[in-house]
């Protein structure tokens, strides 16, 4: 079993209900169960089942090819390779899920800040640290 069913509140009797929930779309549970079972169809699985010559990230090396990078050494396409800021080929997808969520925490903390505050917010779109605001 993944190791995420060890975590609190995503053990099996969390998953139990989860899948008997009629609310969730059968395509969703369908995919719980395929990620579980470790049979979601990215390269390492079709390498193990012998329909891929080799188990490493399509993404990665469409990225690393683009920028003029090296193609060696790629790590193998698993389900959690995809949804993680590891693979080349989805960081550009995280980094603007990154600032579009720091954006609209921003404007949220800008339209609830009264006149009276003494908070004040750095900047949007620079980065700033203790060490460049002294």
Known sequence: MADFMLRQNESRAFLRKYLNDPRVPWRHKRQEMM?????????????KIKQQSDASCRLCKRAR???GASTE??????????????????ATTFMAAHHFIWRHLYASMQAVQTPASKL????????SSMSTLC
């Open 65 to 67: 090819e683009q920028r």
């Open 73 to 90: 050494n790629l790590l193998e396409e698993t389900c959690g390779h995809i949804n993680s800021a590891f693979c080349d080929g989805m």
């Open 120 to 127: 004040r917010f750095v900047t949007l779109d620079k980065e």
């Open 35 to 47: 990620a579980i079972a470790g049979i979601i169809p990215v390269a390492k699985w079709r390498a």
